[in-house]
């Protein structure tokens, strides 16, 4: 007999899992005791978006029993700057569990990068942590989507279920209105398998005593499926097998000691007998777990176990158990250092501010960034590919200072004509780019001579009266002249010419009268 019906398998998965916490049968069943729910604390406590989250069958069924497995789907973002090691998550609820399960949530551009570890407690409303790698460092936008596996153990006639995101509470439709109640016992031997949250496969065989009338006792031979061009390998580990049964109403759990059997030693292979008498009105279970050689989605197991002549089969698709996606922008990053030097580095003070304006994009955005001598900005980060074009504004005016022209350096800066510079940004990487300013002691001002102020000159007047007598002293007649006064020297020149120009003319006349030889 060949069974696939998941939701039979998961329903079956769950029954053991209430037996095993009932009948504390050995340590291979162990019952995982749900904790109380602890508040959880988170670095992005809002990332989950509370109204992204949906509840679906796995088996894609309308509606929801008892121990069937739910899928739950959420999106999620966590603010630029956020870091790896940082946390998000959310709380289930109590209707749900799942023990130990983790998963990953992989980067969509590149599948093998990890952006998100996820983890789902055991805790009454387990509690999902989802810690951030490095992958988000010096990323913007960090978004994406996750999902996981849980159980639906709790029955309910609610239509919805609460989860809580950052403190509030959210209500999630599920799938069928509620989660109705466990379903019955098979009625027919049969076998089903299931995925362990710890990465096994748990095989169970599920044996109507009422298909075994008059039998001494029930003789199991199973045997694994040696691996093959459908099937991989797996065998068990820890060589153990439970063996217990209960009644109709699955209530009366009664742990099974007296069987006898044992695994090869291989571990591919086991017989088992379970001694009658049989009863006809309870159900027997064999329980043990393999481990597959590996976890590559879609990848199947298989194993055949013969039961007093049935043959019953089964194959698990191994199925990842959760998952998502994740996406962010690389950026990369400059900083700028200011350096001054020259003849007048001196005289510059220390704290002097210079303003650099950087631009980027279409259409163009602006920035500016101030810096002081010998001091780098912080990091400033764009998008990985960015072309930033950078500009020094007028440096501080310092009195007995010229500032030659600014010039940028560094790994990958391009001088522009106008003085300025052009960098490329790139994914996960910070430019160091140096801004110097050369500053020059100006000569000093050598204020301009004042040439002296001519002195005004003496205009002689042009009337002038004599006096009616000049006055005469002792000493008159043996003056030089220097003492005499202007006016007095001027009256006697005129009288002196007078008399020349008398005598010139009367002996001219004299020399007309004279007789001629």
């Not at 959210?170 to 109705?180: E, K, L, Q």
């Not at 481990?291 to 049935?310: C, E, I, L």
């Not at 690389?330 to 501010?353: R, Y």
């Amino acid at each position: 007999m060949y069974r696939s019906n998941r939701r039979a398998r998961s329903r079956r998965a769950s029954i053991t899992f209430v037996a095993a916490a009932a009948a504390a049968l050995t340590a291979v069943v162990t019952g995982v005791g749900a904790g109380a729910a602890i508040a959880a604390e988170y670095d992005h406590p809002a990332a989950i978006d509370p109204a992204s989250i949906t509840v679906t069958t796995v088996d894609g069924d309308e509606t929801l029993a008892q121990f069937d497995q739910v899928r739950v789907d959420a999106d999620w973002s966590v603010p630029d700057g956020a870091l790896g090691g940082e946390t998000f998550g959310f709380t289930l609820p109590r209707e749900f569990a799942r023990t130990g399960l983790t998963f990953s949530v992989p980067s969509t551009e590149d599948p093998t990068e990890i952006v998100a570890e996820c983890a789902v407690s055991s805790d009454a409303a387990p509690v999902v942590t989802c810690t951030l790698t490095d992958y988000v460092n010096g990323r913007t936008g960090v978004n994406g989507s996750l999902w996981f596996l849980a159980s639906a153990d709790e029955q309910t006639s609610e239509t919805t279920v609460e989860f809580v995101v950052d403190g509030k509470t959210t209500r999630v439709d599920i799938p069928g209105g509620g989660i109705t109640p466990l379903p019955p016992l098979p009625t027919e031997p049969q076998k089903v398998s299931w995925q362990t949250d710890d990465g096994s496969i748990a095989w169970q065989l599920e044996l109507p005593g009422a298909s075994f009338p008059g039998v001494e006792s029930i003789v199991v031979d199973d045997v694994l499926t040696a691996p093959n061009g459908e099937v991989a390998e797996h065998h068990n580990q820890d060589g153990q097998l439970a063996v217990w049964s209960t009644d109709a109403d699955q209530q009366d759990y009664r742990t099974i000691t007296n069987w006898t059997g044992a695994w090869n030693e291989g571990g591919t292979a086991f017989h088992l007998e379970i001694p009658g008498a049989i009863d006809p009105a309870r159900t027997y279970f064999v329980k043990y777990l393999t481990v597959p050689s590996t976890q590559a989605d879609g990848t199947s197991f298989s194993n055949v176990a013969n039961v007093n002549g049935v043959v019953l089969q089964d194959r698990e698709v191994w199925q990842v158990t959760g998952g998502g996606t994740g996406d962010g922008t690389a950026t990369g990053a400059f900083t700028l250092t200011k350096a001054v030097g020259g003849s007048g580095v001196t005289d510059v003070p220390a704290n002097a501010e210079y303003t650099v304006r950087y631009s980027y994009g279409d259409p163009v955005v602006e920035k500016t960034v101030v810096v002081t001598a010998g001091a780098a900005t912080a990091p400033v980060r764009l998008p990985a590919g960015t072309v930033v074009t950078l500009e020094e504004l007028t440096p501080p005016a310092i009195d007995g200072i010229e500032w030659g022209t600014p010039v940028f350096s560094g790994t990958g800066v391009r001088a522009t004509a106008d003085g300025g510079a052009q960098i490329t940004v790139y994914g996960g990487s910070t430019l160091a780019i140096t801004l110097t300013n050369t500053a020059t002691e100006k000569p000093p001002v050598v204020p301009p001579t004042t040439p002296p102020t001519p002195e005004t000159p003496v205009t002689p007047p042009t009337d002038v009266t004599p006096p009616m007598e000049l006055p005469l002293t002792g000493d008159s007649l043996a003056t030089t002249g220097g003492d005499v006064p202007a006016v007095m020297l001027w009256g006697a020149g005129a009288a002196l010419l007078l008399g020349i120009a008398l005598t010139t003319l009367a002996a001219v006349r004299a020399r007309r009268r004279e007789p001629q030889d």
